[in-house]
Structure formats: structure tokens, C-alpha cells
């Protein structure tokens, strides 16, 4: 099982990002999946997370995030997608996404089996 992060990037305080989280040798329409970030010096911490299955699945983000940040799924293409608007400074980090043990949402690291290798985000003020 591999997650590859991608669509990091640098980018200037009030922008937009959309990070892609494409999964290979299982199908990860059957799990929840999430993203997580860590800034320098800082453990890494929940950001979002998604539901098994389709449309109008269940989702929950970090109050830090909410309103700013949506994750969504397409399982046709084995991939989670998390859209951040409106970035600020602070959301500066390393963003990784992970596959859950399950299909409901979770935002304990430790109920994540398969991590991606992280996609960096920079976000200049």
C-alpha cells in the first residue's frame, strides 16, 4: 500500500491550494482517510478527514481549519483531495495524508496504518 502527497507549494497569505492524496494497491474508498500537518518543532496534528464511501459522506476538520478547508474523495480515482482557501501563515507545514485502520472518521494518529511521504506547504504573510 502507497499514499503519494502531492500539490504542495509556496504560496502568499490569503491564496489557495488543493493537495492530492492518490492511494495504490488497495482501494481506499472502504476507509476513512486523513490529512495531517506538522510545522517545524511542532508534533504532527489532525487537520481533516473523510468517511468511507460517496457523495455527502461524514467529514470533520480542526477548528483551525473549518471554513477555510474541504476534503473530498473520488474513489474512481483512488484519491483524496483536501482544498485549502484563504491560507494563512501559520498553516505553514508539512501536510501528510493517511489511511484509516477503519471506515469511520478518526483523528488519532495512531488509528492511521499507511502514511504518504508529506507535501510541503508555505504560505508567505
Known amino acids: 500500500v502507497q499514499l503519494q502527497a502531492s500539490g504542495g507549494g509556496y504560496v502568499q497569505a490569503g491564496g489557495s491550494l488543493r493537495l492530492s492524496c492518490a492511494a495504490s494497491?488497495?482501494?481506499?474508498?472502504?476507509?476513512?482517510v486523513g490529512w495531517f500537518r506538522q510545522a517545524p518543532g511542532k508534533e504532527r496534528q489532525f487537520v481533516a478527514a473523510i468517511n468511507w464511501g460517496g457523495n455527502g459522506i461524514p467529514t470533520k476538520y480542526a477548528d483551525s481549519v473549518k471554513g477555510r478547508f474541504t476534503i473530498s474523495r473520488e474513489n474512481a480515482k483512488n484519491t483524496v483531495y483536501l482544498q485549502m482557501n484563504n491560507l494563512r501563515p501559520e498553516d505553514t507545514a508539512i501536510y501528510y495524508c493517511?489511511?484509516?485502520?477503519?471506515?469511520?472518521?478518526?483523528?488519532?494518529?495512531?488509528?492511521?496504518?499507511?502514511w504518504g511521504q508529506g507535501t510541503l506547504v508555505t504560505v508567505s504573510s
Open positions: 493517511a489511511k484509516d485502520r477503519g471506515r469511520l472518521i478518526s483523528i488519532r494518529r495512531l488509528n492511521y496504518d499507511y
Open positions: 494497491g488497495l482501494s481506499i474508498s472502504n476507509y476513512a
